[in-house]
């Protein structure tokens, strides 16, 4: 082989207010598969995976993750193929999963260690390894585990719950013996809710434009009230669901995305952690690698037998990782937002 | 002896934003120590305790506690002197703390067990078991064991430090090997908190009119950040503290005074609980029953050698209560509010 053109998009610009195409900057470099140094393994990216948390890390300031470089590849979870390796732990034809970022090559050197992990795709779909049995699954399980930490027979609501963290939120609740409430945009989405993904109820948040519909439909929705709630959104989400929290009730932060785009959107209403004596945590699935086994062992065994579904949406081709970043924001996609390369 | 006359200070009428001296009525019962039926005991109060709670519980609609009904004697906690019983559990003389409310004379009929407490004055003063050794105290040992659980070297910051449950949250704080700094009202009570309290730092918010000014005074203090707040206050104050706590810290929430007398005021910024993977806990004391007596053990004994220190202010005759209660609520005590009664 001769030296292979390597596509890549970097940040060019961080967004004042909403993101844009013209945050992005496609660019390409050259990798030469016969020229590796020694323990080097060079990886071809099938998927890119798009997530929300990406949003964050293109503002500059203070957040739990460093700020994406500008002029750097994006970076983001990705799932491919090892085409040349001089590492003895890597062969020719490796399923793998790692950071490889917004390109269609990776090259991973000796001393990255624990970046690409050996994937098993008998049973399971590499893709899978990007959302279900991949980052986003992990995070539903260790929010559902560590905070919400549900009984049998309690209400959990999830929103953002076609999602690929959502997804799993409410059918691991289910798998659980709780009831499982969803959150989502749209009829499609909640038809696709509490059908395929078997949940007791789904609210469209489009069709309640304030507060007090949307805690009226809550209300609805869960007779019992609430006990646990995962947050992926935020904002008078948020403010209607703590509205319905039991005594004792949990709240696992997980993402805020509708304050992403500029200034901070309040809590209406704290005292109500006090008057419900509620739990708010944030967390973030990396600080708990010491779970990802016990998680990734669960959600694997679900999926390879059926009883994890999940959904993707696909964009093909690198050039179309912004737009569909993009609509990932907007809530465009369905299920897991997944970019196809190869 | 012949029937007494009672005092009373009952709930006339709930109040329409901020509590006035007219939202309560002094009336008169009588009760007769010679006519007790069997079980029954009769406690002269000594002392009334006024507490923050009390004004959540002037409102109507959904809080933790039931709220005051109208017409009926102020809920509250009283210490006294048994002046007669007809229960071989308490013998004329008994020191008892209690729930009595705001009345001179608390009678007591046989089947509210565990309503009488008798204590122990030899080595703590009658007043003290209704604040470092009674539930103010209890409050600060529970909050700060169940929630912010600091370890030595922490910073922990707790909002209306001199007050009843402030002063002690800072002074177990500091008997755990932390940094305790204070947030209260004006130089003289800061004065009292980094003095007599031994706290490291106090910050007096009336010194500091803004969110961005607060913040500073709080970084100044704070020079390693906040990983534990014990929440009295609410408001600004939270959301500068907020700014500045540390990656998984603890927030204790235990009172939200600046909200009681009106609309909901608003978190700033909650996302800061996902980017500092906060957790943000809401607790009440009278819910963790268990926690009573290893708290009052060691409040007790801190008291009695002298380690922990508390101030009051005492105001002079039942009718003095309502004032003295609105006082307490724009912060114009120092340390426990109580009304001496004889």
Redesign the interface.
């Known amino acids: 082989m001769t030296a292979l053109v390597n596509q890549q998009i970097v940040l060019a610009s961080r967004p004042a207010g909403e993101a844009t195409v013209d945050n992005f900057r496609l660019q390409t470099s050259t990798v030469d598969p016969d020229a590796l140094a020694d323990g080097q393994v060079l990886v071809r990216i099938h998927y890119l995976s798009l997530d929300p948390y990406m949003r964050g890390r293109m503002n500059e300031g203070?957040?739990?993750a460093q700020p994406q470089p500008l002029g750097e590849v994006m970076i983001g979870g990705t799932a491919g193929e090892v085409i040349a390796s001089r590492n003895p732990n890597f062969a020719v034809g490796d399923q793998v999963v790692g950071m490889g970022g917004w390109q269609q090559y990776q090259l991973v050197e000796r001393h990255q260690r624990g970046v690409l992990q050996k994937v098993d795709t008998t049973h399971v779909p590499l893709s899978a390894y990007l959302g279900a049995v991949g980052m986003p699954g992990v995070t539903a399980w260790v929010g559902l585990h560590t905070i919400v930490e549900p009984k049998a027979g309690e209400t959990v609501v999830v929103s953002a719950a076609s999602g690929a963290v959502g997804s799993v939120v409410g059918q691991l609740a289910k798998a659980r013996g709780c009831r499982a409430v969803g959150i989502a945009g749209g009829p499609e989405k909640c038809a696709y809710v509490t059908g395929a993904l078997g949940f007791d109820a789904c609210i469209d948040y489009k069709a309640h434009g304030d507060l007090k519909s949307l805690a009226r439909a809550l209300k609805e929705a869960c007779p019992d009230g609430i006990d646990g709630y995962f947050e992926n959104v935020?904002g008078v989400i948020?403010d209607a669901v703590m509205l319905r929290m039991n005594?004792f009730g949990r709240i696992a932060?997980?993402?805020?995305i509708s304050?992403y785009d500029g200034q901070?959107?309040?809590?209406?209403?704290?005292?109500l952690?006090?008057?419900?004596?509620?739990?708010?945590?944030?967390?973030?699935v990396s600080?708990r690698m010491d779970l990802w086994p016990a998680a990734l062992k669960e959600l694997g065994g679900m999926v390879a037998s059926g009883r994890l579904k999940y959904r993707e949406t696909i964009a093909h081709g690198l050039e179309n990782a912004p737009e569909a970043f993009l609509g990932l924001l907007k809530g465009r996609n369905f299920g897991k937002q997944l970019v196809k390369l190869v």
Chains 1, 2 share one sequence.
């Open positions: 203070r957040s739990y935020g948020l005594a932060m997980c993402g805020m304050g901070p959107i309040p809590m209406a209403n704290p005292a952690i006090l008057v419900s004596r509620l739990k708010v945590q944030g967390f973030i600080e």
